[in-house]
């Protein structure tokens, strides 16, 4: 990452392990809150995003900077306010930037609600078009003041642009895919080519409704108060177009199922010498497909296990891993032995040879989409189960 010597603030990012090398600007701003007055135009509120304008004030367009050099991780510290931090660290063996902010409290001493974006600006042709995910599975592809199924009169140009965000965003043209993936929903947007904006955080000071305002406020000992501060992270990648897709499922894997470190007030001999300290239910010669993840394992009452997996991949999105995977259940679980295996719906309230769909027919419907790939039953012999595409399938075992 270059960071310009005068300004202090991001120029450009290059991946050198695949060569994309882009100009790209990240800033703070914030959004000015609509104090509303018709029905027709409400305020911002909890659940309202209006902005007073389709253009946010700059925090900072000279931001102190330090650089801190270490052998595994560079770290890169930004003053954009006295309110807002950030420390960008760069590790040496990975391919994205994570960037730690803090933000708070927001000064409403003017009177003014303040809805704080970071805004990030690449030298992108990206055509009004970004993706954002479904809850964190299917990227959808949005496109800027447009909607695929009615005629889209545009009053508001940046909340109708904003989206909920639960994994991440990103927007490509013909040399780049720009993404970010957040550790938090947040709402996003691309309100101008090649740029993708998160809002952080908001504070509105005056009264905007019956659910009151989004002004929270942190008292110590009931007499100092503050408003709140917020702290959170953003990783940032960019890649060829095409590649980027697994970039953000392998990086959104770790940020959404960190490993979790425990501790002992025990001493590390007398540890050692009375526990197992490594140990794994697993072949320690087999590990999972790279689009597969674990998403239930859990010991039932009755001594039965409950198992989802999920296939990490949507259909075309990466030429390797969007494809049909296959998980061994003998070695995922070595030395048990299977009894039986019963597939049941997603929820385990039923098993899946039980379940009813109703066949929906659509007036106007166009043909028939092809059927996606899914997989097939599973064998109790060698008890294999496929996973087509961004499916998820749920099982009770018996051992």
């Not at 060569?19 to 600007?25: F, L, M």
């Not at 949507?314 to 019963?342: H, N, P, Q």
């Amino acid at each position: 990452m270059l960071f310009s010597s005068t300004s202090g603030q991001l120029v450009r990012m290059f991946n050198s392990k695949t060569g994309v090398d882009v100009p790209v600007q990240q800033s703070y701003l914030y959004y000015s809150s609509s104090i509303g007055g018709t029905d027709d135009s409400p305020a911002s509120n909890l659940y309202v995003f209006r902005p007073n304008g389709a253009h946010p004030t700059i925090v900072s367009r000279k931001v102190p900077l330090k650089v801190v050099r270490g052998p595994l991780v560079d770290e890169v510290h930004q003053q954009f306010s006295s309110w807002i931090y950030q420390v960008t660290r760069l590790h040496k063996d990975k391919e994205h930037a994570d960037v730690e902010f803090t933000i708070g409290p927001i000064p409403t001493d003017d009177g003014v609600g303040k809805e704080v974006i970071t805004q990030m600006t690449a030298n992108m042709a990206t055509e009004k078009t970004f993706y954002t995910d479904s809850n964190g599975r299917d990227f959808i592809k949005r496109v800027r003041d447009y909607r695929p199924d009615w005629s889209l009169t545009v009053t508001q140009p940046v909340s109708g642009n904003y989206y909920p965000i639960n994994l991440g965003i990103f927007t490509m043209d013909n040399k780049t895919e720009f993404s970010v993936l957040v550790d938090r929903a947040a709402g996003g947007a691309s309100i101008e080519d090649g740029q993708i904006e998160l809002m952080l955080h908001r504070k509105i000071p005056y009264n905007t409704g019956v659910v009151g305002p989004p002004n929270e406020t942190v008292c110590i000992s009931n007499s100092t108060c503050k408003g709140l501060t917020v702290r959170g992270h953003y990783y940032i990648g960019i890649n060829k177009p095409g590649t980027g897709a697994r970039w953000r499922r392998t990086i959104g894997q770790e940020v959404y199922s960190p490993l979790v470190l425990a501790f002992a007030h025990e001493k590390m001999e007398e540890w050692t010498g009375s526990y197992v300290t490594s140990a794994t239910a697993m072949d320690s010669s087999y590990s999972l497909p790279q689009n597969v993840a674990l998403i239930t394992l859990q010991e039932l009452d009755d001594g039965s296990a409950l198992l989802r997996l999920a296939h990490l991949y949507e259909v075309g999105e990466d030429a390797e891993y969007s494809t049909l995977a296959k998980v061994e259940l003998k070695r995922m679980f070595a030395g048990r032995t299977i009894r039986e295996v019963k597939e049941m719906s997603l929820s385990a309230n039923q098993e899946k040879s039980e379940m009813k769909r109703m066949t929906w027919k659509v007036e106007g419907e166009a043909a028939a989409e092809p059927t996606p790939l899914r997989g097939g039953p599973v064998d109790v012999l060698d008890l294999i189960v496929e996973l087509g595409p961004m499916e998820i399938r749920t099982f009770l075992l018996k051992f």
